[in-house]
Nanobody
Framework: QVQLVESGGGLVQAGGSLRLSCGASGRTSSGYQIGWFRQASGKERDFVAAISWNGGSTYYSDSVKGRFTISRDNAKNTVYLQMNSLKSEDTAVYYC??????????????????WGQGTQVTVSS
């Protein structure tokens, strides 16, 4: 199984940018997809973006498409989420999750089997 740790969250003004990182350890050699999800206070955990093992396939929710970019550096076992043009509605705890690298990319929470502890992103208006 893959263990995940998120970092890079914080407080930013609306219109600003943040880059989140998801560091992986454990059984990383077998290939894995990464998904980013977020959970606002009192709401369900929603899909944000996903990336395949080789980075050749990405998938975004409509709410972040054009503003967020997911990428990965397998040499560093790290996946990034670059978030630009942040809005107050992006405020949430952001989680990364992994699953075996079977295409197509998935947006369902239940499709992922390992989760990080989350990192808080707060966007002030």
């Amino acid at each position: 199984q893959v263990q995940l740790v998120e970092s890079g969250g914080g407080l930013v003004q609306a219109g600003g940018s943040l880059r989140l990182s998801c560091g992986a350890s454990g059984r990383t050699s077998s290939g894995y997809q990464i998904g980013w999800f977020r959970q606002a206070s009192g709401k369900e955990r929603d899909f944000v973006a996903a990336i395949s093992w080789n980075g050749g396939s990405t998938y975004y929710s409509d709410s972040v498409k054009g503003r967020f970019t997911i990428s990965r550096d397998n040499a560093k076992n790290t996946v990034y989420l670059q978030m630009n043009s942040l809005k107050s509605e992006d405020t949430a705890v952001y989680y990364c999750a992994s699953r075996r690298n079977y295409l197509p990319l998935r947006y369902e929470r239940d499709a992922y089997d390992s989760w990080g502890q989350g990192t808080q992103v707060t966007v002030s208006s």
